[in-house]
């Protein structure tokens, strides 16, 4: 099976590329994500390198070589996911999120291969309480969920076999996300603000590397079987940002942090004033993908410890 994976730097990516068996046949090319570009080649290991740059503004530029290649899977964990300056960079958001998705998903019609891509509760508007369907019409609140949903549509709209994992609040231990943030102020600050009216599962960038490759492995033995559609992936259970910091604060002091911060105060999402806004109800119904795939939701808890766990250990490493 010849895999195409793009967006190997970012949280999903990684976690995906390092979780692929080493049987697996794949190319990971470097990607074009920004106005100027950014080139990823020296993080590459050798046997994945790719002597070509996947650049997701430059859509026929990205349909030649992804049919170039004939892959069996091509897998999208590429995107454009500065919330806030989507806002003021509309033309690449759109450009990134939603046509280069929509060229990929063409590329796929036409060599035959399955579309794996990654969507975002953030096609919701947030309104009322009750977990999102997938049946539920979408309507974005800025323009990352606009260009979000316009993928979503355009992929479903191709004819192309597909599998649309949407999903909510993804960390990695890698990077410098919400964990990461957190977890660094809480050793240099007093006091601490967070948003405690948008309500949402925070997603381990490992559980969806994981989900992914169990899917595939069975499409790899019986593609038939597959029943490609737009699924709601996310981890079991909800809550707030401001919960979820002080859960992550609470980790921490057991796995025996040393913290400065003193108090975690709470804020709407009106007062904390960001340039985009975002949904206040990020929940999602992931009934339809626990029925179709029959694989476990682990409550978010779990996940966000191991990876706090994870970043003590690296800390306590470092600091010996």
């Not at 709470?266 to 339809?288: E, H, I």
């Not at 993908?289 to 003590?312: E, I, K, N, S």
Request: aromatic share 8%; with cysteine; net charge neutral.
């Amino acid at each position: 099976m010849k895999i195409l994976l793009f967006g190997r730097s970012g949280q999903i990516g990684r976690a995906i590329l390092a979780s692929l068996p080493a049987s697996a046949q794949v190319m990971a090319p470097d990607w074009r994500d920004g106005p100027a570009g950014r080139n990823d080649e020296a993080q590459m290991s050798a046997p994945l390198r790719e002597r070509w740059l996947a650049d997701f503004q430059d859509p026929a530029q990205l349909y030649e070589c992804t049919l170039a290649r004939a892959p069996d899977v091509i897998i999208n964990a590429a995107a454009y996911t500065a919330v806030d300056e989507a806002e003021d960079n509309e033309t690449a958001a759109m450009l990134i999120n939603a046509h280069a998705p929509a060229v990929l998903a063409q590329a796929a019609v036409r060599c035959g291969a399955l579309l794996i891509h990654f969507s975002s509760d953030y096609v919701f508007d947030g309104s009322g309480t009750r977990p999102w369907r997938e049946t539920d019409q979408g309507r974005p609140c800025n323009v990352y969920g606009q260009s979000k949903l316009a993928a979503d549509l355009a992929i479903m709209g191709s004819g192309c076999r597909h599998l649309i994992w949407r999903t909510s609040w993804v960390y990695a231990s890698a990077g410098n996300g919400f964990l990461q943030t957190i977890m660094r102020l809480a050793r240099t600050r007093q006091t601490l603000s967070v948003v405690n009216d948008q309500i949402g599962a925070p997603t381990d960038a490992r559980l969806l590397a994981a989900i992914t490759l169990d899917v595939l492995e069975r499409y790899g033995q019986h593609p038939e079987h597959l029943e490609d559609g737009l699924y709601h992936v996310a981890a079991a259970g909800q809550t707030s940002w401001f919960d979820y910091a002080n859960h992550i604060l609470a980790r921490m002091r057991t796995r025996g942090a040393t913290l400065t911060l003193e108090q975690l105060l709470p804020v709407s999402s009106q007062d904390y004033g960001s340039r985009a806004r975002r949904p206040l109800n990020s929940r999602l119904n992931t009934a339809k993908f626990l029925r179709t795939f029959a694989l476990p939701l682990p409550a978010w808890q779990a996940g966000v410890d191991a990876a706090v766990d994870r970043l003590c250990e690296d800390w306590r490493r470092d600091q010996s």
